[in-house]
């Protein structure tokens, strides 16, 4: 059966759809000797695939882990000098890709796997899946600055430069404020800093983010620099919630919503899911 091309190369764990879609345009992918082109489809058991010259190689078993990225570590494949990447904190077989980045002074829930599929969907911005985040800010925030967040705030893009509202996201307070004040946010979109951009326009300077979920996925009592492979059931719900971002994402229309107040306990792990360690060498104190 005939596939698009970026889905074969997800599928062999060269990364997301999406980035997928870059080796094509950067002409590094050819079918049968000729230049592949985006969108094309072809056939892995008929067809001869290449990237960069070397045949395509066969689909890898999908692998998902949760990780709790402690801050000083970059959310990238990518290394910034001698700060450590998030897969260097788990070792593996597999090539795996962390979905979607927090910046390096940021932390808490990353997702890493070398299902492309899934990556796109709970990332790509038309489909809109919740992230929730526990955010301390300098200062006691009033309800006017609250509300001005709530309901979107202008910002300038860092990729267009030109000036976009924030999609309408919920912004509760978690307990009394005094020189720093925790809030709780949980939003349907990620464009880079866009959680401390919006508090320095409101004059409420981040002082620490840390991510607790994604859709369903939530980060429980990880501790920093640990992590843990996704149950069966875990997946099955993400893969199921990104099907309906999917259909929302084209419709334009509200999924079901999840509750404001989140239990952030990790789901057990099935008996059938290999154990992975939890502390790891080189974790940030």
Do not use: F
Not at 46 to 56: M, N, Q, S, V
Not at 117 to 144: C, S
Not at 234 to 262: D, F, I, T, W, Y
Request: charged content about 35%; hydrophobic content about 30%.
């Amino acid at each position: 059966m005939e596939e698009r091309l970026q889905k074969l190369l997800a599928q062999a764990g060269y990364g997301s759809r999406r980035s997928c879609e870059e080796l094509i345009l950067q002409g590094r992918v050819r079918v049968n000797g000729r230049v592949a082109q985006l969108g094309q489809k072809a056939d892995p058991t008929r067809d001869t695939i290449t990237l960069d010259g070397e045949p395509l190689a066969a689909p890898e078993r999908l692998t998902y882990v949760l990780l709790h990225k402690p801050r000083g570590v970059v959310s990238s494949l990518e290394p910034q000098g001698d700060r450590k990447t998030v897969v260097d904190l788990v070792p593996s077989k597999v090539r795996l890709y962390p979905v979607g980045r927090l910046d390096v002074e940021s932390e808490g829930l990353i997702l890493l796997t070398n299902d492309g599929a899934l990556a796109n969907r709970l990332t790509h911005p038309r489909y809109e899946v919740e992230k929730e985040y526990r955010v301390l800010v300098k200062g006691a925030p009033d309800e006017e600055q609250l509300d001005i967040w709530r309901r979107g705030v202008v910002l300038k893009d860092p990729e267009t430069g030109k000036q976009v509202r924030t999609l309408p996201a919920r912004v509760t307070r978690e307990g009394p404020s005094h020189e720093t004040t925790w809030l709780r946010v949980v939003m349907r979109e990620g464009r880079k800093h866009e959680i401390r951009d919006i508090g320095a326009t409101l004059g409420l300077p981040v002082k620490r983010l840390i991510r607790v979920r994604l859709g369903s996925l939530r980060l429980g009592d990880l501790k920093p620099g640990e992590w843990r492979y996704l149950t069966a059931a875990e997946v099955a719900e993400l893969k199921g919630e990104a099907e309906g971002a999917g259909k929302r994402g084209k419709s334009g229309k509200e999924g079901k919503r999840l509750p404001q107040q989140q239990d952030n306990r990790p789901a057990k792990q099935s008996d059938d899911e290999p154990r992975a360690p939890k502390r790891l060498a080189g974790r940030r104190t």
